[in-house]
């Protein structure tokens, strides 16, 4: 089963990728875990991608593409993979639909994890991070017993930059203008599988494996 997870920014997308991998024991991989990994390792692509990062630039489409067509050719992989973070622009999914083509495979399902804007930025914009012992909670969904202090080591909580509203708004501007095309395209190929992210957890999770299990 070969499943590719699309969502903006705090969907939930990374959450039900890491229960499928579970539940089908097939690897979830991240486009920073292959990175990392590769670069860790030492290998040619790797030391390619750290030339461009240490750079500050961004990693060109076509070394992205080689270090995860590397990656889903591993053992592992035979069973099938879910991709997360990948692909995230048409030209990133055809290159991934030609070289898997070249091994007679095809991608099985696109994932959608759908989530309002709004939605996304309260929840994102709600959580807050304990600077002693890294612990995470949310304003409305898991506050702490004393507000903006830890439950855990009793550290002051703060918001991270990743999380305030502006920083999040102007995420999901590029999620909409790069990543949400492949709605489309994936809907095209009759592979598309959106679910409503706003739900439990666990009923988002039951509702993809009905699908894939039909």
Known sequence: MKIIMLGAPGAGKGTQAKMLSEKYDIPHISTGDIFRANIKNNTELGKKAKGYMDAGQLVPDELVVDLVVDRIKQQDCFKGFILDGFPRTIPQAEALDYALNNQNEKIDYAVNV??????????????????????????????????????????????????????????????????????????????LLTVDGTQDINVVFNTIVGVLEK
């Open 114 to 191: 759908d989530v309002p804007d709004e939605a996304i930025i309260e929840r994102m914009s709600g959580r807050r991070a304990c600077v002693g012992c890294g612990a995470t909670y949310h304003i409305k969904y898991n506050p702490t017993k004393k507000p903006d202090v830890c439950d855990v080591c009793g550290e002051k909580l703060i918001l991270r930059e990743d999380d305030k509203a502006e920083t999040v708004k102007k995420r999901l501007e590029v999620y909409h203008e790069q990543t949400q095309p492949l709605i489309d395209y994936y809907a095209k190929k009759d592979a």
